[in-house]
């Protein structure tokens, strides 16, 4: 994991946090561009998180709600519950680890079963497969996509947790 830059401990005195709605707020001007009441760190990246600069360094928005709302540096992985990177509500996110915070993700969008963790074989069974921690589990094959579709669901609920996402 990559080393994140630590937010600077006076963020609070030029940006505030509306801990209802997740959204930054300018408490007073940085420059020209940047006036008094303007949204803060509002730019969507192309993974649809928010961010900005302050004091020309970027910060992903989420990981600036956890400073203000926790009065602590964030921890190296922020989860956003609901998978919506956008939605920075303080209780909409939650300190995990790497392998948790990618268990906690939507299916890819090329899936060809349409199932999470289900992959069709070339023999016409579909295989369970679930990754966790760097391992990757094999929940077995089946000849149907219903029966495969029970089986993740349940190897997915046992290694992933509360952070488990069945897509």
């Known amino acids: 994991m990559t080393q994140r830059t630590p937010i600077p401990e006076d963020i609070g005195e030029y940006i505030r946090l509306d801990a209802e709605t997740g959204k930054l707020w300018r408490i007073r001007a940085v420059n020209a561009r940047a006036k008094a009441g303007d949204t803060a760190l509002s730019t969507i990246d192309k993974e649809g998180y928010l961010k900005g600069s302050f004091r020309g360094v970027s910060y992903r928005a989420h990981r600036v709600v956890w ?89 997915r609920e046992q290694l992933h947790g509360d952070f488990t996402n069945h897509g």
Not at 82 to 109: E, V, W
Not at 128 to 138: E, M, S, T
């Open 67 to 155: 400073f203000l709302h926790h009065g602590t540096q964030p921890p190296p992985a922020i989860d956003h519950i609901d998978c919506n990177p956008a939605n920075n509500q303080p209780d909409n996110l939650r300190a995990a680890d790497p392998s948790q915070n990618t268990s906690n993700r939507k299916k890819f969008r090329q899936s060809l079963s349409g199932v999470k963790g289900v992959y069709k074989t070339p023999w016409n069974t579909f295989q369970v497969r679930v990754g966790y921690r760097g391992v990757l589990y094999n929940g077995g094959r089946f000849k149907n996509i219903a029966d495969a579709e029970i089986a993740v669901r349940q190897l």
